[in-house]
Structures are given as C-alpha cells and as structure tokens.
C-alpha cells in the first residue's frame, strides 16, 4: 500500500529553527508537495521538489531524498503565524496525491 | 485571496436530506477534484475531473455523485448520507494533472449529518 508518514505534532519557540520530516512509500513518484493549513482554511501550496536536494523559498526550505523516500520542511525565524498544520503529499505513478495526516505546529512565544 | 470558491461554508443536515455542494474557480484551470478531510487523518481524494471528464473516482459511495458542467464550476451532489460522512470537503483546481504546478484548494465546506 502507499503510505505518507509525518509527525502529528510538534512544539518550537518563536524566533527558532523547527524541521518537519516526512517519509514516503508511494507507487511511482512524480513530485512531492508541502503545504501550509491554517484551522478553518484552505491548504495553502508552499513548496514542490521532484529532484533530489534543497528548494530555498525565504524562511521555508524543503529537501528531498528520493532514494530514501524522505523529505523535510525547515521553518526559519519562526512567527506566531507559522502556527499551522503542515501537509506532505507526493504524487505517485497515476498523478494522484498521496497525503500524509498532517503535522500539527505549534508556536510558543 | 483564494482563487478557488466553495458554497456554502457550513451545511447542516439529516440523512434523509437531499443538498449540494459547489465549487468554482477563477484560474483558468484543467482539473478539479474533490476531497475529503476529517480530523486528524489524511486527505481523502473523492473525484477527479479533467477537461469536464471523470478520470477517477476512488470507490466512493453513490450517495456522492458528481457533476462538472465546465472546467470552472463543479458540484458534489448528496444523498442519504451517514454520520460517518460529516467531515470537511474541499474543492481543488490544478492547470493540467501532471507537472509542478500545484493544486489551489477552496476553504470548504464543512458539513454535518445529523
């Protein structure tokens, strides 16, 4: 079976560096996703990669291996309005979205 | 700004109740889909329509049943639906299937079954 695993929740501090992992066993890959989910609102797209490596995008960053079906999202200089559901999604050999649960993040000042 | 608009936002209703639910965007997409979402599990992939064709649907009951009259507007049409259905349903459109253009999603509608 297919499967995306990622934490389910994590806690940092305002100002710091979190890193949220994501590992995968998908049929066929075609791209990974990262995306950002505020309570209440739509999942909003944050970062793709479909090579191996690091994609810079201000203070989000996200790595993938796909020899070792892994992939992490690294928050820099955490804001109180980074607190959201953080969502890993891969797209398999048919283009269909394979979703991880989620990872909870949580802000503390 | 969400490119991507859901009506209604809230749906409460018995499950005998016949509703639907729309979804339009304004992006000049090829693909829509319909997902579902309750708490703390992942996105459940429903439906998937490009160009106005239905190219997947992922064994869900016939109590859902879709319709995508043009590639912007898409309705989920319910039925006799169960407790075990109230969840978040969320519309996405994309540019084509494939490729590393992202999926933009509505902020759903969240719905009860009584």
Known sequence: GQNIDQPTEMTATEGAIVQINCTYQTSGFNGLFWYQQHAGEAPTFLSYNVL?????????????SRSKG???LLLKELQMKDSASYLCAVRDS??????????KLIIKP | ETGVTQTPRHLVMGMTNKKSLKCEQHLGHNAMYWYKQSAKKPLELMFVYNFKEQTENNSVPS???PECPNSSHLFLHLHTLQPEDSALYLCASSQALEGSQPQHFGDGTRLSIL
Do not use: C, H, P, V
Request: charged share 20%; aromatic share 24%; hydrophobic share 30%.
């Open chain 1, 52 to 64: 191996d490596g690091l994609e810079e995008k201000g203070r989000f960053s996200s790595f993938l």
């Open chain 1, 70 to 72: 892994y992939s992490y």
């Open chain 2, 63 to 65: 109590r859902f049943s």
């Open chain 1, 94 to 103: 048919n283009y269909q979205l394979i979703w991880g649960a989620g990872t």
